[in-house]
């Protein structure tokens, strides 16, 4: 079982910057892909970065430039650096991890965290 908790959402202006956090719990988070998905009201949730056990990323093209994922498998924790913010970036984010990779149905969610980007 794998435990994930996001932190540092919140509200910003559009073009400024937030970082979200995802504390993993359990002692095999360097061999998990970890991603950062998002879900808007009406809209289907979307993967938005993933990273592999191996460091390698992926990006969706609307935040390619604009987003950063990295992990810190010494403390368990995954991050989304989230810079030039839009309106459209607006959706609660969660945190997924799975043990063969996110672009299917990731095992393992956290609970979410609210990004609210003001225009």
């Known amino acids: 079982q794998v435990q994930l908790v996001e932190s540092g959402g919140g509200l910003v202006q559009a073009g400024g910057s937030l970082r979200l956090s995802c504390e993993a719990s359990?002692?095999?988070?360097?061999?998990?892909?970890m991603g950062w998905f998002r879900q808007a009201p009406g809209k289907e949730r979307e993967l938005v970065a993933a990273?592999?056990?191996?460091?390698?990323?992926n990006y969706r093209d609307s935040v390619k430039g604009r987003f950063t994922i990295s992990r810190d498998n010494a403390k368990n924790t995954v991050y989304l650096q989230m810079n030039s913010l839009k309106p459209e970036d607006t959706a609660v984010y969660y945190c997924?991890?799975?043990?063969?990779?996110?672009?299917?149905?990731?095992?393992?969610w956290g609970q979410g965290t609210q990004v609210t980007v003001s225009s």
């Open positions: 359990g002692r095999t988070f360097n061999r998990y892909a």
């Open positions: 997924a991890a799975d043990m063969v990779g996110v672009s299917r149905t990731p095992d393992y």
């Open positions: 990273i592999n056990s191996g460091g390698r990323t």
